[in-house]
């Protein structure tokens, strides 16, 4: 049986729970008893996991403002709920991730790519660890930009990815032949050239072109999350094509794992992929026609699947791989909040 907390967060607020309930099932990390929690009244922006305290924090919307919740791996236990200073209370806020600093440390800072309430782009927000404001980037984009984006929205989707990362003092990494930091204090980006230009056009706006031009391209889609060299990628197309779930390499080889799996009439859609940080296996959520929903997850050196779970049906979710080998999976319910879902794939 499944042991389910439905979790009160800020109590203060009436769209929230009263306080914490749970069956009669011992929470254990076992696979016939994961642990499952609900979130009321919230919506999914991002989610991190920090090893070694077992914790999972998200970053959601509230009737508030932005909130960060810690969560406790083992049983689902709240351990705390921060209000994010995210400044008037008319910006809004599509995107956010949370910054985990060195392996083993507790959440650094946050990041949010924020609007006003009319949808006009504000910027990339940063935020330390206790939620404090610490700097704006504006939405400037580079003489040659030819996306229809800004460069703020366009780091935004790398930090996404995994191609950037936020420590609480900088977001940064390498992209091509560059390393790009911007500083959380004064939000000014830093970019250093590691090797000279191949072309009198190689710059850093072409390479993002290039590499978000699947992002934002409007004939499809490329959700992606980067690990190391390998990306765990779902696709989805405007022509009304099936989706595919890909393992891509740094040097661009890909491995499908789109098969039928013996239903060959029937199409189905992926979403949310992430690869272990090994290589080994890769999870994604599959919804068929027929509204069912599973967890999938592959062996990467032979594309198939080695485990699957039923789901609830939601319209947004996102995977986190821990470092035991556990899946949290992480859907946003109409009407009702983020459910929070530990499953153990026993592999």
Known sequence: MRAILFVALLAAAPVWADGPRSDDCAISTARACPVEVLLPGLELLDAASIPMLDQITVL??????????????????????????????????????????????????????????????????????????????????????????SLAEAVMLLARQGALTYDGAALQGLLYRFRLRIKAADGKVVLDELQPPMTPGDTLAAYLERRLAQQIDPVGYEDIHQEGRLSAVTTSASDGSPSRVLLRSSEGGEIAFDQRLGASRLDYDYQAARVTLDGRYLAAIRSSVDDEMLLMVFDTTTTQPVFQAPLAQAYRSQLLWLQDGRIVVLQQREGEGINVLVLDPGR
């Open 60 to 149: 959601a919307k509230s009737g508030q403002g932005i909130v960060a919740v810690d969560l406790a791996v083992a049983d689902g236990a709240l351990r705390r709920t921060l209000p994010l200073n995210t400044g008037a209370g008319d910006l809004a806020t599509d995107t956010g991730l949370i910054g985990s600093g060195l392996i083993g440390l507790d959440a650094q800072g946050y990041l949010l790519h924020i609007r006003q309430a009319d949808g006009t782009e504000l910027g990339l927000l940063f935020l330390g660890r206790d939620g404090e404001r610490l700097a704006l980037m504006p939405p400037s984009s580079p003489s040659d930009w030819s996306l229809e984006i």
